[in-house]
C-alpha cells in the first residue's frame, strides 16, 4: 500500500488550514491525485482551482544524500500539462514543519506571506497581507538587495530573523517576474547569517510553478520550518545497512564514486555542471540561439576554444586551481558533493549561465554571472528567459524585425566569428531590456511571450513580421508542442530527446545525450528513462545522486512496505 503522506491544505483565500492524508509515495503521486481529484485541467491555470503543491519526499531526516529536495506539483500555464519541478534542499525545513507537503489553494486578494513555523506547541499558520504598493516597493530595493532577494529578506525582518534561524527555515519566494509573466519560477535562498540570503539558491522554474503561486494564489513568500528534527520513516542505522546492501560496497565509498561529476571529476580536472559541461559535450552543446547545430564542426570547434578561453578558464581558475579554502557548498542538505561552485559570489550551474551566456551571445564570464544574478533578482525561469532572448535577438539579427520592433536599442551580433568580449558586452546589455520586458510583461516580443507564452507569441509576431529567407518567427524559436498552445523550451543539450514528444519536457525525463538512434529505440529508452527520473522525483531525490539513489531507493520503498515495478532503465 503507498504511504501515509501528511499534506497541509491551506486555503490562502480563507486564511486557513487542515490536515489531508494522500495514499501516494511521494510528492508527485499525491499532486497527481490532488489534480485529478479537482479537476485543474478544466481550468486556467493561472487561476485558483490549480493547486500548488510543495512535498517532499518520505525519506527526509534518514542519512540517504540527497533526500531532501522539495517538488512541485501544479499545472503549468507553460506547458498547459501537468508539471514538476525541483528545488534543492529546502525539504528538510519542510519535514520539520511536521507535514510532507503543503498544498496552496484558494487566491488571496492581496499577496500574502504564509508562513509555517513550528514552534514547540505545534504549528499554526500564520498569514501576514501585503499591500501592492509595498511589495513593489520591496522589489524596487531592500537593505541593499532588490527583486526576489530584497523580498527574501523584507520577509525575515517580517517575521524575525531570529525566529528563522532557531526554526532553521527556508523561505519560497517569488519575483517580480511572478505576478506578470507565465514563466516564473520558486526560488529559495540558503540563508547566511542574519538570514539573509547567500550565495547558493536554488529554484523550482521550469514550467512556471513561481507563476501559479504568484497569479493563482497570491502567495509571495512561503516560509517552512520547526525548531525540532521529525523521526524519520527508516531509522538511520537500518537506511545505511540498506543502501550498503543495495550497493554492495560502503555507502560513503558509493556516494563518492557517484557523484564525481558533481564534486571534483580528477580525469577532467574540473567539476560541478558548469566546470564539466564545456569539457566533456565540447562543441555538442548549443549555443548562439541554437544556430550552431547548422555549422560546419570547425566553426563549432573554433567557437568552443573560444569559450573555453573567455568562459571556462576564469571559472575554472578562481574555482578549482585556486589555493585555500573552495567556494563550494551545498544547497542546503548535508551532502558531500557541494556542487554548487561559487564565482565572485555568483552560484554558476551550467544551465542558467549558459542560458545568459553563450546561448545568447555572451561569452565573457562577469557579463553572464551579471545576467544570471539579474534573472534571479526578476524570479524568472533561467531557461525560458534565455531562449526568450536568444529567439528575438535571432529575428533582429536576421532581420525579420527591426530592432525598435523588438524592442532592443541596437542590432545584436550572433556571428560565430565576431564572437569575443566586444560583442558579448554588446549583447549582454541588450539582453537587459528584452528581461525587464518578460519579467513585467511589457512592449514588444519579450512582453507578448511573458502574457501568452513564447509559442503564442511567434505566431503572433509571423502575422505582422517580415519573412526572410522562407523563415518565419516561429521557424526561429526551439520548442516541443504541447497540444494547441502548450509547449516548452528545452533544457541546453543538442538531443533529440530534449523535444522528443514526451509527457513531461523541461526535466530529465528523457534521454538527453547527443546520440541518434531509430524513432522507436529512441522512443523506448526514453520512456524508460523518464520512469527512472520519476522514481527518484518522487522519492525528492536529487539527480545528481541518480547512479547510486536508483539502486537504494526501491529498497527503501521495500522497507516501508511498498514494492515498486523496476523502471526498465539504469540511469548513466
Ligand atoms: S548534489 Fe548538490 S544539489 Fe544534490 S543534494 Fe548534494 S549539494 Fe544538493
Not at 340 to 365: C, N, Q, S
Not at 464 to 486: I, K, W
Request: glycine share 12%.
Amino acid at each position: 500500500l503507498p504511504l501515509d503522506y501528511r499534506i497541509l491544505e491551506v486555503d490562502v483565500g480563507r486564511g486557513r488550514a487542515r490536515d489531508l492524508v494522500a495514499a501516494a509515495n511521494g510528492p508527485i503521486e499525491a499532486g497527481l491525485r490532488v489534480h485529478l481529484d479537482r479537476g485543474s485541467w478544466g481550468v486556467d491555470p493561472l487561476s485558483p482551482g490549480n493547486p500548488l503543491l510543495v512535498g517532499a519526499g518520505p525519506f527526509t531526516y534518514t542519512p540517504l544524500m540527497g533526500s531532501h529536495r522539495l517538488i512541485a506539483v501544479f499545472r503549468s500555464p507553460v506547458s498547459m500539462g501537468l508539471h514538476a519541478s525541483a528545488l534543492g534542499g529546502a525539504g528538510r525545513a519542510l519535514a520539520r514543519t511536521g507535514y510532507d507537503a503543503v498544498l496552496l489553494v484558494g487566491r488571496s486578494r492581496e499577496p500574502v506571506v504564509v508562513s509555517l513555523i513550528a514552534g514547540p506547541g505545534g504549528l499554526e499558520p500564520e498569514f501576514h497581507y501585503l499591500d501592492w504598493s509595498g511589495l513593489w516597493r520591496v522589489y524596487g530595493g531592500y537593505r541593499g538587495w532588490r527583486g526576489a532577494r530584497a523580498l527574501h529578506s523584507y520577509a525575515a525582518d517580517l517575521l524575525g530573523r531570529s525566529r528563522l534561524e532557531g526554526a532553521r527555515a527556508r523561505l519560497l519566494v517569488v519575483g517580480p517576474a511572478a505576478w506578470r509573466a507565465r514563466q516564473a519560477g520558486i526560488f529559495s535562498w540558503v540563508p547566511e547569517r542574519g538570514f539573509e540570503p547567500g550565495p547558493v539558491v536554488d529554484s523550482a522554474s521550469r514550467g512556471g510553478g513561481g507563476s501559479v503561486m504568484a497569479q493563482a494564489h497570491g502567495v509571495a513568500v512561503l516560509a517552512v520550518g520547526g525548531a525540532a528534527d521529525p523521526e524519520p520513516r527508516i531509522p538511520a542505522r537500518r537506511a545505511l545497512e540498506l543502501a550498503r546492501e543495495a550497493l554492495g560496497k560502503p555507502y560513503a565509498r558509493a556516494v563518492a564514486e557517484a557523484t564525481v561529476k558533481y564534486r571534483f571529476d580528477p580525469s577532467l580536472g574540473t567539476g560541478g555542471t558548469f566546470g564539466v559541461n564545456y569539457v566533456y559535450y565540447r562543441d555538442l552543446l548549443p549555443a548562439l540561439a541554437y544556430n550552431t547545430v547548422y555549422y560546419a564542426r570547425p566553426v563549432r570547434a573554433a567557437l568552443h576554444a573560444r569559450l573555453m578561453k573567455l568562459f571556462w578558464r576564469p571559472f575554472q581558475e578562481e574555482v578549482f586551481e585556486v589555493k585555500g579554502p573552495r567556494a563550494w557548498r551545498n544547497c542546503g542538505e548535508p551532502c558531500s558533493v557541494v556542487c554548487k561552485k561559487i564565482w565572485r559570489r555568483v552560484k554558476l550551474d551550467y544551465e542558467p549561465a549558459h542560458a545568459m551566456g553563450p546561448m545568447i551571445g555572451v561569452f565573457t564570464l562577469p557579463e553572464a554571472a551579471r545576467l544570471v544574478e539579474l534573472v534571479d533578482d526578476l524570479g524568472l525561469d533561467a531557461i525560458e528567459a534565455g531562449h526568450v532572448v536568444a529567439w528575438i535577438f535571432d529575428m533582429t539579427s536576421r532581420g525579420l524585425l527591426e530592432p525598435g520592433e523588438a524592442g532592443l536599442p541596437g542590432r545584436p551580433t550572433l556571428d560565430p566569428l565576431a564572437a569575443g568580449p566586444e560583442a558579448s558586452r554588446a549583447n549582454a546589455r541588450l539582453a537587459e531590456p528584452l528581461l525587464a520586458s518578460l519579467a513585467s510583461a511589457g512592449e514588444g516580443p519579450a512582453g507578448l511571450a511573458a502574457r501568452h507564452g513564447a509559442r503564442r507569441a511567434a505566431a503572433l509576431i509571423g502575422e505582422e513580421a517580415r519573412g526572410v529567407g522562407g523563415l518565419e518567427p516561429r521557424d526561429l524559436l526551439v520548442y516541443a508542442a504541447f497540444g494547441g498552445e502548450g509547449y516548452m523550451t528545452p533544457n541546453y543539450y543538442w538531443s533529440p530527446g530534449m523535444v522528443a514528444p514526451l509527457y513531461v519536457l523541461g526535466r530529465y525525463w528523457t534521454n538527453y545525450s547527443p546520440t541518434f538512434a531509430d524513432p522507436e529505440d529512441y522512443a523506448r529508452d526514453s520512456l524508460a528513462r523518464a520512469r527512472a527520473e520519476l522514481l527518484l522525483d518522487n522519492a525528492g531525490m536529487c539527480r545528481f545522486h541518480r547512479r547510486w539513489a536508483q539502486k537504494v531507493v526501491p529498497a527503501a520503498y521495500r522497507e516501508l512496505g511498498e514494492d515498486l515495478d523496476p523502471p526498465g532503465s539504469t540511469l548513466a
